[in-house]
């Protein structure tokens, strides 16, 4: 076997060693090294930890961990026995329990409480949902449902409206055929408006069929022997007020009209049934008048 020798012969005598010696690192480059090193480690803290939670490496790792603990707890006694339901009138209760997807033997720490009230919100009879644990094996939910207000008229079709103006349903619309019906393009949207006018005049209100919204400005309301009332765009419920004592003192709608126009204040325009050749008649209100 051969072996190698590494050490440096020593210099003969006379001769002088030559050293190499490194070039010294300017001051400038240092100081720059120095600077670069410190806001390397400054980005690795404050940057580190935002792209982990922007990649959604935290936010994995923490539902991870959680339902672990929720399946430990599950094994321990904490699963879902009995789902608790208030609140519902109309809503399928087979679509809120499809919705919810909670079912019975399940964690109840690993139901996610968030995602199953959206879940719910999404139903077309519910406004608002609330859902929360009892410990130990209970599910409450609380719902608030829209309340059905009129149904909504358009191309000879009819939906249920709630008193915002959402739509709700078109289906089985039978149990609400004593709702008022109204008919327009933004019908839905003032009909709330409309509706607490009318209540104004309660025995009035059980008269009328329907209300149709004019030009995005004001309604004329149907009346139930198919008497139109037209209400101005401004101050109606004064109108609305108007026709009403008129009605009680002279039983207008007794008699055999068509139309009767409450748009110019202080005067009431009627059309006859007799006089379908577009001609009106005003009547003034005030004592001794008559035009």
């Known amino acids: 076997m051969r072996w190698i020798n590494h050490k440096q012969d020593k ?52 539902h991870s961990a959680w339902q672990s603990a929720a399946t430990h707890m599950g094994d ?31 964690p109840l720490l690993a139901v996610d409480l968030k995602y199953a009230r959206e879940r719910l919100e999404t139903l077309p009879w519910i406004r608002t949902a609330s859902i929360e644990r009892q410990f130990p094996n209970t599910i409450r939910v609380k719902i608030l449902e829209r309340r059905p207000m009129a149904l909504w008229q358009r191309e000879n079709k009819r939906v249920l409206v709630d008193d915002e ?87 207008l709608l007794k008699q055999d009209l068509l139309s009767i126009d409450l748009r110019i204040p202080g005067q009431l325009i009627v059309r006859t049934r007799a006089d379908r050749t577009g001609r009106n008649r005003k009547v003034s209100h005030r004592k001794g008048k008559n035009t």
């Open 11 to 62: 210099p003969t005598k006379g001769k002088r060693a030559k050293s190499v010696r490194k070039r010294p690192m300017p001051r400038w480059t240092r100081r720059s090294l120095r600077t670069l090193g410190v806001a390397a480690i400054f980005a690795l803290a404050l940057g580190g930890p935002a792209w982990l939670w922007q990649s959604g490496w935290v936010g994995n790792a923490m």
């Open 165 to 251: 103006g959402t739509i709700i349903t078109s289906r089985n619309l039978e149990r609400f055929r004593d709702l008022l019906v109204v008919v327009g393009k933004d019908a839905p949207a003032h009909a709330n408006a409309l509706m607490t006018i009318l209540a104004r005049e309660p025995d009035l209100k059980q008269r009328v069929n329907a209300a149709v919204r004019i030009g995005d400005r004001r309604w004329n309301i149907r009346m139930d022997n198919g008497v139109d009332v037209r209400l101005p765009e401004n101050d109606p419920e004064a109108a609305w007020r108007r026709f009403a004592r008129l009605e009680r003192e002279h039983k």
């Open 76 to 106: 321990a006694g904490l699963r879902v026995d009995q789902i608790l339901l208030q609140g519902r009138r109309h809503e399928s209760p087979d679509r809120i329990t499809r919705v919810l997807n909670i079912e019975r033997g399940d």
